[in-house]
T-cell receptor, first 116, second 110 residues
């Protein structure tokens, strides 16, 4: 399968712990996006990368959230000092270079975080 | 500011009936518009997109959508619904930082 993959699929943690999620984009895609989806809502944009450059991060929810894409391939999203309100599905998407027909974001299955 | 409104939280249709899901958007420039579908436990799947050109766009699974600039709408339609179409449908606007609507949950009655 050459789609977007995310690991883990489920994560249960205790309040105050740090968690890290991984996303592997479609191999030829140079852009990678992170979204959060809470119950009954649509996805909410968090941040995105073009290659290894993080081009938008102002919409990360707080300074407890950070993302990296060190080699322009996979990415990680870290949440420090988790809170119960962080419980949500975290989605990753990727898209190709800005050419006609390749701008579509393809989504992974998500990582469901539960903070106890 | 960009925003998307899906006025219908939940719609129920009978199998074989036609379907229209509404989407209204607010966007400062020519919008890039999308419809995605999400089934339980599944990721978001793109149904169709509009970037420019013909305002009636065809997508997968027999869906189509029409962009109406004067009404700021991008409604999704299907002439005959199948039981497998039951899912959550999301309209989205934007480019890199997409804004999604809250979704419309579709139930299909036998």
């Amino acid at each position: 399968d050459t789609g977007v993959s995310q690991d883990p699929r489920h994560k249960i943690t205790k309040r105050g712990q740090n968690v890290t999620f991984r996303c592997d984009p479609i191999s030829e895609h140079n852009r990678l996006y992170w979204y959060r989806q809470t119950l009954g809502q649509g996805p909410e944009f968090l941040t995105y990368f073009q290659n290894e450059a993080q081009l938008e991060k102002s919409r990360l929810l707080s300074d407890r959230f950070s993302a990296e894409r060190p080699k322009g391939s996979f990415s990680t999203l870290e949440i420090q000092r988790t809170e119960q309100g962080d419980s949500a599905m975290y989605l990753c998407a990727s898209s190709g270079p800005r050419l006609a027909g390749t701008d579509t974001q393809y989504f992974g299955p998500g990582t469901r975080l539960t903070v106890l | 500011a960009q925003s998307v409104t899906q006025p219908d939280i939940h719609i129920t249709v009978s199998e074989g009936a036609s379907l229209e899901l509404r989407c209204n958007y607010s966007y400062g420039a020519t919008p890039y518009l999308f419809w995605y579908v999400q089934s339980p436990g599944q990721g978001l799947q793109l149904l169709l997109k509009y970037f420019s050109g013909d305002t009636l766009v065809q997508g997968i699974k027999g869906f189509e959508a029409e962009f109406k600039r004067s009404q700021s709408s991008f409604n999704l339609r299907k002439p005959s619904v199948h039981w497998s179409d039951a899912a959550e449908y999301f309209c989205a606007v934007g480019y890199n930082d997409m804004r999604f609507g809250a979704g419309t949950r579709l139930t299909v009655k036998p």
